[in-house]
């Protein structure tokens, strides 16, 4: 076993606290490391803290096992993140070796609670009401049929029937019902929308993924212009920077491209079905069978490297430059290779890959479609794209449309650790109330200290390792 060989093969280490077993210094946990293709189990740590449930933890060292529990090796951690994309290609029947982790634990919690996550929320919403959109909401449950074109794999609503028989759901989405929105009411397009809310999707359980999302988000109803694409990254990008996100990946594909090269082919429609199955899934070996009898068609040379066009922009471009003739889907090139262009010139230090190997998200993508992810991450910061099909389940005419949403868990996740603010209490007289909010105001990290004696107010600042300011009279007496 090459334990350098499989450590490549792992997108993410993250481990989520949701079953324990403790015994005096060992904790044994339920967790996630997911694969190429596949998931494990358990893992054994030893922590340095008390550990609760639900708590998220790093590692710096890993011990490899097989499930036989024959030892692998042992690595820092840091070398075993250092991937550089979610998604992985692979051959059929490869990465059957299942390995275990035996994970040192820091035991230090992410300590970005729900005080960064409101930040956060605030920051972002800020920027779009500066940008000049329209903030919307929509309920959070919705009739079944809303979401018919939604096609998540894996993935299902949380469903219930209304008083009247009818089902519903918690909304798995938020573009859908703006677009239920906009072709049920007397709104006239274009609109630029904003959004905050919560979504729900029902996840394989110990899938180390949650069920409830928080998502932020922009969408531009009735634009054609590829600038609506620009307008989306461009406010994704500004918040970016001034969140301090560095070593930030934009990858760049277009929902359009593998249906125009499979015309281009003629294929029938079972053998389009069948190739894209193949494509989509990474089967390389059925793959190359479905390829096979087109050896003398002109976009063989093409076909042949097609699962590993995915990268550095510029390298994609120079080999679909070499292997396309110059009269195929130059049309669909040409508003990557515009983006492309825009983005290094208004965000230069953002990298940009394109990948032409990936399935659009939902069904309802008709063009460019993008998503944001940091090194080391094992989510998507933001996502989105154009579609121009957004309405077709509500009404007969279609509205051009491309949104932007930001996944703020995720994004909280990678924020800069600020530095450690001590805990300051303050403290004073009932006739010094104002002086004291005052002093919180301009103290950092500052709070009234609720207490009637300063005896009180020193025990409590005591006990949570806090600073404490006494605004009161040294002879007063309560």
Not at 180 to 198: A, N
Not at 229 to 246: D, H, M, N, Q, V
Not at 296 to 314: A, C, I, K, M
């Amino acid at each position: 076993m090459n334990l350098t060989a499989e450590l490549s093969k792992l997108s993410r280490i993250r481990c989520v606290i949701t079953a324990a077993n403790c015994c005096s210094q060992l904790l044994t946990v339920t967790w996630q490391v997911r694969f190429r293709s596949q998931e494990l189990n358990k893992i054994e740590v030893v922590p340095r803290s008390k550990i609760a449930l639900g708590n998220v933890f790093s590692f710096s060292r890993a011990i490899f096992f097989r499930r036989d529990q024959e030892r692998l090796g042992f690595c820092d951690c840091e070398r075993v993140i250092a991937s550089t994309k979610p998604n992985f290609m692979s051959t059929k029947g490869a990465n059957s070796c299942q390995i275990g982790i035996c994970l040192l634990a820091h035991a230090t919690n992410s300590g970005r609670g729900p005080f960064a996550k409101e930040n956060l929320i605030q920051t972002i919403s800020q920027q779009f009401i500066q940008a000049g959109f329209e903030r919307v909401k929509t309920p959070l449950l919705e009739y079944r049929d809303v979401f018919k074109p939604l096609a998540v794999s894996g993935e299902q609503p949380y469903q219930m029937l209304d008083d009247a028989g009818e089902s519903v759901v918690m909304r798995p989405d938020l573009t859908l019902p703006l677009a239920r929105l906009l072709s049920t009411t007397s709104i006239v397009p274009p609109v630029q929308w904003w959004y905050v809310g919560d979504i729900f999707r029902v996840k394989k359980s110990l899938s180390g993924t949650y069920n409830q999302i928080t998502q932020a988000g922009i969408e531009l109803i009735g634009y054609r212009s590829l600038k609506a694409e620009w307008a989306c990254l461009s406010e994704a990008g500004k918040i970016c920077r001034t969140l301090g996100l560095t070593h930030l990946t934009l990858e760049l594909s277009d929902a359009q491209f593998v249906p125009q090269i499979l015309r281009t082919l003629q294929l029938n429609d079972a053998a389009a079905d069948a190739f894209q199955t193949a494509f989509f899934a990474k089967e390389l070996s059925t793959y190359q069978d479905l390829i096979a009898p087109l050896a003398t068609n002109p976009l063989y040379p093409f076909l042949q490297q097609w699962p590993w066009l995915f990268g550095d922009s510029e390298t994609i471009f120079a080999e679909l430059k070499r292997l396309l003739p110059s009269n195929v889907i130059t049309d669909r090139l040409a508003p990557l290779q515009q983006t492309v262009a825009f983005l290094k010139d208004q965000f230069p230090e953002l990298r940009v890959t394109i990948d032409l190997t990936s399935r659009p998200p939902q069904s309802y993508y008709t063009g460019i479609f993008f998503h944001a992810y940091v090194d080391g991450g094992h989510q998507y910061l933001f996502s989105g794209g154009r579609y121009d099909k957004l309405l077709a389940s509500f009404q007969q005419e279609l509205l051009p449309a491309v949104g932007l949403a930001f996944d703020i868990d995720a994004v909280t996740d990678q924020l800069p650790n600020a530095p450690d603010q001590p805990l300051t209490f303050v403290y004073g007289l009932p006739s010094q109330w104002q002086a004291a909010a005052a002093m919180v105001a301009t103290t950092p990290n500052a709070r009234l200290c609720l207490v009637d004696t300063l005896a009180e107010a020193q025990a409590a600042a005591t006990k949570q390792h806090a600073n404490l300011i006494d605004l009161s009279p040294k002879e007063a007496i309560l």
